[in-house]
């Protein structure tokens, strides 16, 4: 499964945008690009995910490099409720399992 | 998440003591995922069943390890004489519109 990696940690503002950024270099041209948040004692719960064209949900945008090499999750405005670990996850078109990294800690501050 | 209901939420063990973790899905799902979570990492994949059948058990870290869905909806994770080294979350997930995760097991071993 191909390697994402994310920053440790970011902190954003309440009512701000947030850009979490992920780099996945060895992406192949089957692989999508989804996005899962954890929030404290909860499990994993899906966020968006594209292959190429950037995608738009109710919860928050997904912008794709050209490349595909990297993209950016946005949550238009933060609020206390995102505050939850942001994993980048590479999933082929018939892929099963999920491969997670660490993730992204962020952190809202009110 | 709603569509997999896990139990015990919590459970404490005393090292070298059997435990069994349940996770039952809503009715109809065909595939079964299980991953361990340790402290401040992401899941990691334990275990795949489609229906009955236990198709990939590649992630189970020693035969001390043991799942299963007799009838192919709930399923059972059982640890055989739990070590420290087991204290972590375990998560059952159903493929979904993506994945809908259980919120877990926290288990402690003491």
């Known amino acids: 499964d191909a390697k994402t990696t994310q920053p440790n940690s970011m902190e954003s503002n309440e009512e701000e945008p947030v850009h979490l950024p992920c780099n996945h270099s060895?992406?192949?041209?089957?692989?999508?690009i989804h996005w899962y948040r954890q929030l404290p004692s909860q499990g994993p719960e899906y966020v968006i995910h594209?292959?190429?064209s950037n995608v738009n949900n109710r919860m928050a945008s997904l912008a794709i490099a050209e490349d595909r090499k990297s993209s950016t999750l946005i949550l238009h405005r933060a609020t206390l409720r995102d505050a939850a670990v942001y994993y980048c996850i590479l999933r082929g078109e018939y892929g099963n399992k999920l491969v997670f990294g660490a993730g992204t800690i962020l952190r809202v501050k009110s | 998440g709603a569509g997999v209901s896990q139990s015990p939420r919590y459970k404490v063990a005393k090292r070298g003591q059997d435990v069994a973790l349940r996770c039952d899905p809503i009715?109809?799902?065909?595939?079964l995922f299980w991953y361990q979570q340790a402290l401040g990492q992401g899941p990691e994949f334990l275990t795949y069943f489609q229906n009955e059948a236990q198709l990939d058990k590649s992630g189970l870290p020693s035969d001390r390890f043991f799942a299963e869905r007799p009838e192919g909806s709930v399923s059972t994770l059982k640890i055989q004489r739990t070590q420290q080294e087991d204290s972590a979350v375990y998560l059952c997930?159903?493929?979904?519109?993506?994945?809908?995760f259980g919120s877990g097991t926290r288990l402690t071993v003491v």
């Open positions: 009715s109809g799902h065909v595939s």
């Open positions: 594209g292959l190429t």
């Open positions: 997930a159903i493929p979904d519109k993506d994945y809908t």
């Open positions: 060895t992406i192949s041209g089957t692989d999508y």
